[in-house]
C-alpha cells in the first residue's frame, strides 16, 4: 500500500474514533447520495439493475449505504473499509444485515483474489486513492461491462478547481465544532479522470458536475459513471 493511502488511512481513522466518541450514526438512507447534500443528483439507478449482483462499496465508511443497496434493491454487497474505527462503525450498527459483508482490509489487495463484482461505487472516497495504484485493480477485479460509480471533489470548499496533473493536494475532512483533519486527495478536472480511466480500461460514459443546494457554497462534486471495457 503506497505511503499517502497509508497517511489517508490514519486520518479516517482518527475520523472515525471521534464519530465513535461521539456516538454518531447517519441514517441508512432512503436514497443514495452521491454528494453531501440530500436529493442532488441521481440515486442507485445509475448502477444498473443490481439485484442480486455483487457490488463492492469501496470505502464503506460507517456502511449506512451499502446497508441500504442491500436492503432496498437487493444487492449483495461487499463493504470494503481500510480504517479500523469506520470499520468498527459499520460492525457495531449493521453486523446482522443480511446482504452486506463488511471487510477491513485495503481495496486493492482484496481484489487481488476477489471473484470479479458486477459493479462497483465510491462516495466521496475512490478521490483519496492514487488511481495509478487502484484502478488496475479495479479494471482486473470487475467483470466485462460492469458498472464503475463515483463521486468526487471537484471545486472545494474555498473555490479552488481541480488539477490537471495526477497528483494529491491536501484537503480536509471537517466535522462540526472540531478541528479539521488533513489528507492527501486526487482532485482532477473531469477530462483528466476520463483519461485515466480509459488507460485502464474503463470507457467513460458521463461525468456530471453537482453543485451545492446553496449559492453562496463553491463546492462542487463530480460524478462519474464508467464501465469497464469488454476483455479480449
Known amino acids: ?23 454518531f450514526m447517519p441514517p441508512v438512507p432512503e436514497q443514495l447520495n452521491w454528494t453531501p447534500w440530500e436529493g442532488v443528483g441521481p440515486g442507485a439507478e445509475i448502477l444498473d439493475e443490481i439485484a442480486g449482483k455483487r457490488v463492492l462499496d469501496i470505502g464503506s465508511g460507517a456502511g449506512h449505504h451499502a446497508v441500504h443497496l442491500a436492503r ?109 483533519i488533513p489528507l492527501q486527495m486526487w482532485v482532477l478536472t473531469p477530462q483528466l479522470w476520463e483519461d485515466v480511466l480509459v488507460d485502464h480500461g474503463f470507457r467513460v460514459e458521463a461525468i456530471d458536475l453537482l453543485r451545492a443546494p446553496t449559492a453562496d457554497n463553491p463546492v462542487v462534486v463530480q460524478l462519474i459513471r464508467a464501465r469497464r471495457t469488454s476483455r479480449a
Not at 499517502?4 to 461521539?22: K, P, S
Not at 476477489?114 to 470487475?142: F, N, S
Open 72 to 180: 432496498a434493491h437487493g444487492a449483495l454487497m461487499t463493504a470494503i473499509e481500510l480504517s479500523p474505527t469506520q470499520h468498527e462503525r459499520a460492525i457495531q450498527h449493521f453486523s446482522d444485515v443480511r446482504g452486506v459483508r463488511f471487510l477491513k482490509s485495503d481495496v486493492v489487495e482484496h481484489l487481488r483474489t476477489a471473484e470479479p463484482y458486477d459493479a462497483a461505487y465510491a462516495i466521496g472516497t475512490l478521490a483519496c486513492i492514487d488511481p495509478h495504484y487502484l484502478l488496475p485493480a479495479l479494471g482486473d477485479g470487475l467483470g466485462s461491462g460492469a458498472r464503475l460509480v463515483f463521486s468526487a471533489l471537484h471545486t472545494n470548499l474555498h473555490g479552488h478547481a481541480p488539477s490537471s496533473v495526477v497528483v494529491p493536494r491536501q484537503e480536509m475532512i471537517r466535522i462540526r465544532d472540531q478541528e479539521p
Open 1 to 23: 500500500m503506497p505511503d499517502i493511502e497509508a497517511l489517508n488511512a490514519d486520518a479516517w481513522t482518527v475520523y472515525g474514533q471521534r464519530q465513535l466518541n461521539r456516538e
